[in-house]
């Protein structure tokens, strides 16, 4: 392939574009109707081979997101307190001349980076930022993965070696689906990549199938369920263990399959002895009699799949929770085939291998203040704050954020706020100036999503189908790419000047990943001359360059002319509803890479923390006590789209749910406000008195808080909500992997007067 075809046949007249949604992690299709510049329709994609015309209401507001105007179109540098745009040259010079002057003074460990999420909504995020963290020459790197999803790779990690080895329910085909702590009919998926989740559960339901959904509100996924159980927040590993612990009393696990694939399977049932359903009943709410059927039903089905998310992971227990649902299925039958839980094959995947791995381990370096171990190459996001805050050797002082908003996502904000606004530097790639970039000495603004390109590299990896979809570029971006952003600012961290280009990074990171590939023996293009494969790919923009070749030398790909009907980037845009690669496979023990070359099904790190969990079934429960648990909305996504006048009419969302029990017992009325108070902070917000939520427990959405001076967010200002993590604890931790606790936070409610 010589280049990606140019689907941009005309910039006039109307244009029809296909691409997929970059905004969350159902990667729907859409339909792209353009005039010129402007955008004049978006609706599904009908021919999408994994959405089939399927939507959300985000998906709609691509254009108003690239038409914003609040959007940033030019670089900006803080001045006397204020922000004014500046060229690029300019602000990349001053980002070199204050980085040098900060490794001068406090040496490279005074920096460090904070990735948000949608770095792995888009190419140049997945390709570019790592030669960014190699700049900073510090190990002091954190993410959002800490506040949403570190429990499942760490339980991964330990099960099957690596953490990005995360199994997916087979959801259109199996039988029967426990759901704990997730709501996709509001979220679309996480962890699990299924357009149009609401309808896949629907059909479940039509061919048979049984939904039971554990959430401790009557989400609109719970109205959807067979059966819905209100449990209390942050038990959901103590529940999953007694039903293990019931499927061993009443002898319905079983190591079929397992004996030579798997270790643990012995020393489960003893490891679980703690949890009979009469010992958890009271901790969860759920009645015993309940979870024994939660068991008998799991053991009884055709097929069977536990999928926990957010409410269940960022608890305490999240890193047991996570664990425990993968465990359940090893252990009735429900693994590595279809209807359980399965393994995706991405096409960029590398070629899988059998025989033992590397394995995963936690804590290779520590965080300075309070010695929390390194998950996965990055540090708990719950520690930034203190880590800016307290002096000595190592202290924070330069914070490079891309396209994350800690501000609003990370824990104990009130705290973290006055953090970063102690920074003696600060740089943010964001297109927005919002609560946290506010804080920033430079902000880079990227094109908008419909000014770059885009395929899918992480949630291919989480899908519930294999399938491949490539988004050419419906508008030329009208100022620099993200790709040269990203190079330029690894170059000015590294001291270079204006005059060595970008392309220096974007060919060094080409070469080591050709480098790579022939150097392997398992790959397709093993032994052959990189200059061949680079001359293939040499006139393709970077990211399409480096997405070709791991196209190419992927499981399905055409290895550079070895199988001529194989995939490359060529095919996908020939393809422009994506490309269907059939359903999920069995891929053990191919996809295990543990040291033993064997599942773990009871790692020891996983044996050790069950001690702490067993403690917790005697801690006392008030009557009276409440806990803060969060909620989502398919308006919203974190803080992401508040600044989008369509997804925020109507009725303010940012309330306070309460049941009509608790608010009578405080003397609450529905739509006045209320004082909710945490040992981290309070917040003053609306009351909603619902029946839709479990007594003692009330909920907050999180990714509120527009109302700080510097932002520049109107239409969000103009319906700011609180910040829910002015409640959450920056203490609060699942010890195993370092994530956040969000849910189960211990907190009071009181009227306030007027
Ligand atoms: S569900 Fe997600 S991917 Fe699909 S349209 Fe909505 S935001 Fe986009």
């Known amino acids: 392939m010589s280049s990606a075809p140019d689907t941009r046949a005309s910039t006039t007249g109307e244009r029809t574009f296909y691409r997929t949604c970059p905004l969350c992690e159902a990667t729907c299709g859409v339909e792209i109707k353009v005039e010129g510049d402007q955008v004049k329709q978006i609706r599904g994609d009908d021919d999408d081979v994994m959405s089939g015309g399927f939507i959300c209401p985000k998906g709609t507001t691509l254009g108003a997101l690239h038409e914003d105007p609040d959007r940033l179109r030019a670089p900006l540098i803080k001045r006397d307190g204020k922000h004014v745009e500046v060229s690029w040259d300019e602000a990349f010079a001053f980002i070199a001349k204050r980085t040098a002057e900060i490794r001068e003074k406090f040496g490279d460990e005074s920096f460090a980076a904070y990735l948000g999420n949608p770095n792995v909504h888009n190419m140049a995020g997945a390709f570019f930022v790592r030669p960014v963290l190699q700049a900073l020459r510090s190990r002091t790197i954190f993410s959002a993965s800490t506040v949403d999803q570190m429990p499942r790779h760490v339980s991964c990690g330990l099960m099957y070696g690596n953490p990005d080895t995360i199994p997916v329910p087979d959801i259109d085909r199996t039988q029967y689906m426990l759901m704990l702590g997730a709501n996709p009919v509001e979220s679309n998926g996480s962890l699990c990549t299924a357009p149009d989740f609401p309808g896949r559960l629907k ?12 959430d401790p509100r009557t989400t609109r996924t719970a109205k959807l369920a067979d059966r819905h159980l209100a449990i209390r927040p942050g038990t959901d590993a103590h529940l999953l263990l007694s039903i293990t612990h019931v499927l061993f009393e009443e002898d319905l696990a079983s190591s079929d399959g397992l004996d030579d694939v798997a270790n643990g399977y012995a020393e489960l049932q003893a490891a679980v002895s703690a949890f009979a359903p009469a010992a958890v009943a009271t901790v969860t709410g759920i009645e015993a009699d309940a979870i024994r059927t939660l068991a008998r039903e799991i053991a009884a089905a055709d097929s069977a799949s536990v999928y926990g998310r957010m409410g269940a992971h960022t608890t305490e227990f999240g890193t047991l929770a996570s664990w425990a649902a993968d465990m359940i299925c090893a252990i ?5 085939r279809p209807g359980g839980l399965m393994f995706p094959y991405a096409a960029p995947a590398r ?9 995963f381990s936690v804590g290779r370096w520590n965080s300075r203040v309070r010695l929390a171990p390194e998950v996965r190459g990055e540090l708990p996001v719950a520690t930034m704050a203190e880590e800016i805050e307290t002096e000595g050797q190592g202290q924070i002082r330069a914070l490079v954020t891309i396209a994350g908003n800690p501000a609003l996502s990370a824990p104990n904000a009130d705290r973290l706020e006055k953090a970063l606004s102690s920074l003696a530097f600060m740089v943010s790639v964001d297109p927005y100036l919002n609560e946290t970039t506010r804080h920033a000495d430079v902000v880079l603004p990227p094109p908008s999503v419909l000014e770059r390109s885009h395929f899918d590299l992480s949630f291919t990896s989480l899908a519930v189908r294999n399938f491949a979809n490539y988004s050419p570029i419906v508008f030329e971006p009208t100022s620099i790419s993200e790709p040269d952003i990203l190079a330029r600012l690894a170059l000015a961290l590294n001291g270079a000047g204006n005059d060595v280009k970008p392309s220096v990074v974007h060919d060094m990171l080409l070469r080591g990943l050709i480098e790579r590939e022939v150097a392997s023996e398992r790959s397709v293009i093993s032994g052959r001359d990189p200059n061949e494969i680079s001359a293939a790919v040499a006139d393709l923009p970077p990211s399409e360059a480096m997405l070709d070749v791991m196209l190419r030398t992927g ?6 002319g070895k199988n001529a009907d194989g995939l490359s980037l060529e095919k996908l845009v020939a393809n422009p509803h994506g490309i269907d690669l059939g359903a999920l496979e069995p891929g053990v023990p191919q996809v295990i890479s543990t040291a033993s070359g064997l599942i773990e099904l009871l790692p020891t790190a996983i044996a050790d923390d069950i001690a702490r969990l067993r403690a917790d079934l005697s801690k006392e429960i008030s009557p009276s006590s409440m806990q803060l648990i969060g909620r989502r909305t398919v308006r919203s996504n974190n803080s992401w789209m508040h600044n989008v006048g369509s997804l925020m009419k109507g009725r303010d969302r940012c309330t306070l749910q309460i049941h009509p029990d608790d608010a009578t017992r405080l003397g ?13 902070g309070s917040v003053e917000v609306p009351l909603e008195i619902t029946t839709e939520i479990r007594a003692g427990v009330v909920s907050l959405p999180h990714g509120y808080g527009h109302d700080q001076p510097g932002s520049a967010l109107a239409v969000a200002a103009a319906k700011p909500g609180v910040n829910s993590n002015r409640l959450t604890e920056d203490g609060r931790l699942d010890p195993l992997s370092g994530n956040a606790t969000l849910n189960g936070i211990p907190v009071t409610v009181e009227a306030l007067a007027g």
């Open 332 to 336: 009735t039958g429900n693994f590595d």
């Open 555 to 560: 499981p399905y790909g055409d290895g550079f």
């Open 351 to 359: 070629p899988r291998r059998e025989g033992p791995g590397r394995g």
């Open 668 to 680: 609450l009325e529905n739509g006045s406000r209320a004082k909710v108070t945490s040992r981290a």
């Open 203 to 214: 059909k479940l339901r039509q061919r048979g199938g049984t939904l039971v959904v554990v």
